[in-house]
């Protein structure tokens, strides 16, 4: 097969309009799946650590299910397996709205968050247990001491560990297309479709999503240095 | 809902066709995790030990390819694959052979990282000390650094290949027959996602978190270095 390049496909045509959208839709995603993660990451990783059984069994059993499965079989469960169960009213109003892109921030959402939750869960293992005792000394309720004293500075100690876990689910959202989510990658398959120009459209995908990762971390790099509390030896150790 | 039977019904398909690749189909979630797993940490040895080179042309290069594959979608590079290796090899290609080179080729830069890692961790006077001994660097690497550097990476390694096994499941895109992709044909005449995809996501569930257990048990065995 002799290949011939034609760049022009990127910007003739609606190539780039696609390209956009696809964009659009992949941080939609991402921002959605992100938020829920950190959500369940931080209560189930915060659970994880806490005295009452009951909690820290359900805590561990959410992480270890969620995480150990492949993110495209939950894809496939929520968009498939999940709908029919729900009622009628509500199965009506996701049909109409967008089913594939909530089930894909449900599957990225809640599989993140395990893996958020480990993250997490390290964080708050590295602060001295001596700082939750001198908290509940002091009066606070545990529910507080977590509010106030651990999560604030266990937040701060993951940032570089927490970064990588985002731009890991920025990259996942892609499995999306499975389900077909009009995401980047999607997209970038539908200009391969169209023009038959694979490798032109497969490297303009490539390079937006090279260009988010790296944006993403020196972004990110720049809170950790904001952020950072003076004179924290957990927090000094993490940094490189 | 809840009908298992058709679960039962379909498990020699599932798991002798899906899971292990017995059957008519081109396929089998074993049969890509195992070869993919053995070639991506070969791999990943060299990239791993080329990223600590003293020479700027090794060293820049394997940089850069572990950059270069952290910040891409391993979906994205499966289609590369597709697309690209007809072309540069001029003939038809099945999809065991692409998926396998995506996930040794993208599996070796996250590997590398843990290769690197783990010759860093071992002290620089074992070096000088294989030195002193005659040894050329090749040696010192292969009989000194490489067995007390395998020994620290084993939990992260562990947890990596988990990884690389869920990943496999991603080759059911380009169509090749694994445990997704059984599970897929299967809810396509049955019409029975809940028990189905549930089914699998134990499937897989049994699998990865037995790894987790091993890769614990060595931890406890073995010990910090």
């Known amino acids: ?240 | 809902m809840l009908d298992f039977d058709v679960i039962w019904r379909n498990l020699p398909f599932l798991m002798l066709q899906g899971f292990l690749g017995i059957g008519n189909f081109v396929g089998g979630t074993l049969r890509l995790a195992i070869p993919s797993i053995v070639l991506g940490f070969i791999l990943g040895i060299f990239i791993g030990i080329a990223r600590l080179s003293p020479q700027w042309w090794i060293r820049v290069p394997a940089t850069m390819y572990v950059e270069f594959f952290r910040g891409v979608p391993l979906v994205m590079v499966i289609f590369w694959m597709w697309f690209i290796m007809p072309i540069v090899l001029k003939t038809a290609i099945p999809e065991f052979g692409v998926a396998l080179t995506a996930f040794v080729i993208f599996e070796a830069a996250y590997l590398g990282e843990i290769v690197r890692a783990g010759i860093q961790s071992v002290p620089r006077g074992q070096v000088e000390a294989g030195t002193a001994l005659g040894l050329t660097s090749a040696q010192g690497m292969r009989f000194v650094i490489l067995p007390q550097a395998l020994k620290n990476m084993i939990p992260s390694l562990v947890t990596q290949f988990i990884v690389l096994f869920k990943d496999t499941s991603l080759a059911s895109i380009i169509g090749f027959m694994d445990l997704t992709k059984a599970a897929q044909v299967v809810n396509n005449r049955e019409i029975r996602p809940f028990p189905i995809y549930l089914f699998i996501a134990v499937v897989y569930w049994v699998c990865t978190y037995s790894m987790s257990r091993y890769a614990r048990y060595l931890e406890k065995r073995i010990g910090p270095a």
């Not at chain 1, 992480?63 to 499965?69: D, K, S």
């Not at chain 1, 893996?115 to 009066?139: C, D, M, N, W, Y």
């Not at chain 1, 980047?184 to 023009?195: D, P, V």
């Open chain 1, 1 to 240: 097969m002799n290949y011939k390049f034609n760049w022009s496909v990127l910007w003739t045509g609606e190539s780039g309009q696609w390209l956009l959208s696809g964009l659009i839709t992949t941080l939609e995603l991402s921002v959605a799946a992100w938020l829920l993660a950190v959500a369940l990451g931080i209560i189930s990783g915060a659970l994880r650590t806490v005295r009452v059984w009951p909690l820290r069994a359900a805590a561990t059993f959410y992480v270890e299910f969620f995480r150990n499965v492949p993110l495209l079989v939950w894809m496939f469960f929520w968009y498939f397996a999940v709908p029919p169960l729900l009622p009628q009213g509500i199965q009506d109003f996701l049909f109409a709205h967008g089913l594939e892109f909530w089930a894909a921030v449900c599957a990225l959402g809640v599989y993140s968050g395990a893996r958020f939750s480990e993250v997490l869960r390290s964080g708050i293992q590295s602060i001295p247990k001596t700082q939750l005792e001198a908290s509940v000394a002091s009066g606070l309720t545990t529910f507080q001491a977590y509010r106030y004293v651990i999560l604030p500075v266990a937040l701060r100690i993951i940032i570089p560990p927490g970064t990588n876990e985002s731009l890991n689910l920025l990259k996942n959202s892609s499995v999306a297309l499975t389900i077909s989510v009009a995401e980047l990658t999607f997209q970038t398959r539908q200009i391969e479709t169209y023009t038959a120009k694979a490798i032109e459209a497969l490297t303009a995908g490539t390079l937006i999503y090279l260009v988010l990762c790296v944006s993403i971390a020196t972004l990110m790099s720049w809170v950790e240095r904001r952020t950072a509390i003076p004179g924290l030896i957990v927090g000094g150790r993490q940094r490189r």
